[in-house]
């Protein structure tokens, strides 16, 4: 489209002219697209005082009028339920990601709901919450199995979770997926690496980034025009780290 591009890593702690606003107001970039976006005040007034085109991809803020660019994270979290409930595991843990994103939101609320509806409430002594991160789910996930009884099964709200809730897993001599079950979210090149082969729920990352420029450069051609929101569906994808509870932990 004849644009150049530049990748910012914006700092959550920096605030008014310290952070990405004043790049927004010079009138250096034509628009910009917010891929990491969270449910605070700061990026919230960032979204509605800003003149210049914004448009989000994997990330939304209710009641902030931008164009967005989504998968459907609620729907993903009900197939995982849907996957570990055929399987008979019925000790499901969840390690959530930061409360103050739209997708470890949508996705836990899709997976709890389901559950429920699957006569396997998600216990809340078998739910953690932290970063999208390792470290959280290796920490997490040390913690869960020490329960009496353990969970059979984890839901991890990103990939990264997940492989880090593997590592504990190996670390403690468990069976994946004998004696527990691991499912992750995003399906990142990682997850398919034969090491890993992580089942998880697929977004498809290209075509939605894909979107995102198409409707950014849409905008910045028409500033009033009506705003869009674009979901994609997502895509369990079933691999190594997922399978049948084993008749002497099942209850």
Request: charge should be negative.
């Given at each position: 489209a004849g644009?150049?591009?530049?990748?910012i890593n914006e700092r959550g702690d920096l605030r008014g002219d310290a952070g990405v606003q004043p790049l927004l107001r010079s009138g250096l970039v034509d628009g910009a697209i917010v891929a990491t976006a969270t449910l605070d005040e700061q990026t919230r007034a960032l979204l509605e005082?800003?003149?210049t085109p914004i448009v989000l991809v994997n990330r939304e803020l209710d009641g902030v009028d931008r164009d967005v660019v989504v998968s459907d994270s609620r729907t993903g979290g009900a197939r995982v339920a849907e996957?570990?409930?055929e399987l008979g595991h019925r000790r499901i843990a969840h390690v959530a990601g930061p409360a103050n994103t739209s997708t470890a939101r949508e996705r836990e609320a899709g997976f709890a709901e389901r559950l429920e509806q699957l006569g396997a409430p998600l216990d809340e002594r078998r739910r953690r919450a932290g970063d999208f991160s390792h470290r959280d789910g290796?920490?997490?996930?040390?913690?869960?199995?020490?329960?009496?009884p353990p969970p059979t099964a984890i839901f991890c709200a990103n990939d990264v979770i997940a492989l880090g809730a593997l590592d504990a897993a190996r670390a403690r001599g468990l069976d994946v997926p004998g004696q527990l079950s691991i499912v992750g979210f995003?399906?990142?090149?990682?997850?398919?690496?034969e090491s890993f082969r992580l089942t998880t729920v697929r977004?498809?990352?290209?075509?939605?980034?894909?979107?995102a420029v198409r409707l950014l450069v849409e905008r910045i051609g028409n500033a009033d025009g009506p705003v869009r929101r674009i979901v994609f569906p997502t895509e369990l994808i079933q691999r190594g780290t997922t399978g049948p509870v084993r008749p002497?932990?099942?209850g």
């Open positions: 644009y150049r591009t530049e990748l005082g800003e003149r996957l570990l409930a290796y920490r997490w996930t040390l913690e869960l199995i020490e329960l009496d995003d399906d990142i090149s990682l997850a398919g690496w977004q498809p990352l290209p075509a939605m980034a894909e979107e002497a932990s099942s």
